[in-house]
């Protein structure tokens, strides 16, 4: 008697067929966790952050922010974490990447105070203020 | 019966559908983290205690306030400057508003009646627009607080803030 | 026996009906994406319990330097007296809740103003000698303000029941007097 094969066969196209739609899942997925922690979400954060943080404060005062996860996108955009934040006249600027220029990365602050904003080279993971008259 | 062919439209059909899903979901996602955070509440409340502090300390009111000398130079007097980045033409108008009025404390009803004095500085057209809500409209507050004066005069102060800022708030 | 004689609906039609089912639940997504309601996450307002209101302890500062006819002022009556009186009750109700009752939900129960007592016991009885600030705040009802709020913070670092904001102010080394604000 003829043995009867019962060893079924992966067909070839449902692999393809899977992989397709693995692939597709995954390339969506990328682009939803590059839009969530992406750059420019960041620079509008911190830039916020800081003209509100200066706007309540006076002269004589030291703020320190941690912007662990700022610097960190920072350096793998390749900018140098002491250039991130800038302050010229009382407007704050926050670069996280070298591409295009964002208009939401800077944002004014009605506080008429000095403010150097420093990139703490000790434990890299904050920025701290210094607030003074003008 | 060769179904092969059925079987083929399917799945480009299929794709099809997933690549609708997909659009979708990048409209989506795009379309909310696109949108900036609105945080002019906190700034324009920043801004009325700003004010406060600088015609208020220690419970007495601050020395020439109730002077045409205060008025002329309010903003340098209490340290505000109202210059914004030059983008979207807001170096143009300003984007903020303040206005303080005194009123006697006894004879005060509400904020319709005329003040003892008053005191204003910033862009005077969004004082108009503050009845009205909406994105493109700017955020307004109005508090008051109670205060005296050295010879123990006693006054409602009232401070209208407004902040602008459409473009990196709301829109 | 009757044969049921319905045949069976094409794979196709299967796959319209998905595709309607799709393209409806994609619809109401995306309008509920770009609706007013999901926005309204993007409007920053700060910590969700205010925790102080700068306004009004300015004019908490004030009311307590008013002085009444005779000249003394309001925190000399109310360390003297320990409680509100005529003067600085009235005076009170003028300044607290004329000002600052459309700001807490238009209720005139939200603003309190009072005297707070710390005692020497936590919630739990025992004694908060060595961690003083779990030490429980008694307060005294008055005849202008009444009873403290329920569910307001009834130790230094207590929790909040309710969103809350006061500004304390010390009278003496077990009394203060306290402006309780509630429901911002």
Known sequence: MKKIRKRGNILTKNIIFIVLNLAFLTILLLFLFSKTGSAAVLEEKYTKQIAFMVDAAEPGMIIHLNMEDAIEKAVKEGINPSNIVSINGNVITVKLSGKGSNPKSSYSFFNDVKVDANFDTLNKKEYYFVISEK | MNKIGTEKIISIYWFVILFIVAAAIVYMTASFYGKPYDTRQIEVELLSDKAADCISYAGFLREGVLTQGFNDNFLETCDINFGAEDSYGWTDESEYFLQINFYDFDSYQDASQNSLFEVSAGNQKLKDFCQLKGKSFPICLERRFYTLDKDGEKYIVKINSAVKKIEKNSQ | ?184
């Open chain 3, 1 to 184: 026996m009757r044969q049921n004689k319905n045949g069976q609906i094409g794979e196709t039609m299967t796959w319209i009906v998905a595709t309607i089912i799709i393209v409806v639940i994609l619809t109401i997504s995306i309008f509920i994406a770009s609706s007013a309601s999901v926005l309204k996450s993007k409007i920053i307002q700060g910590s969700y319990f205010q925790t102080a209101d700068v306004l009004a302890s300015k004019s908490m500062f004030s009311y307590l330097l008013t002085p009444d006819s005779s000249g003394k002022i309001t925190h000399t009556q109310l360390k003297e007296e320990g409680n509100l009186n005529e003067f600085n009750g009235n005076s009170g109700l003028q300044v607290f809740r004329r000002l600052y009752q459309d700001d807490y939900l238009n209720n005139p129960n939200n603003i309190w103003l009072g005297i707070v007592i710390k005692t020497e016991e936590k919630v739990n009885g025992e004694s908060c000698l060595n961690e003083k600030e779990f030490c429980v705040l008694n307060s005294l009802e008055n005849s202008f303000f009444g009873k403290r709020p329920i569910g307001s913070r009834n130790t230094e670092i207590g929790y909040h029941a309710i969103p809350y904001t006061s500004e304390k102010i010390k009278l003496n080394e077990t009394h203060s007097i306290e402006l309780s604000l509630t429901g911002k």
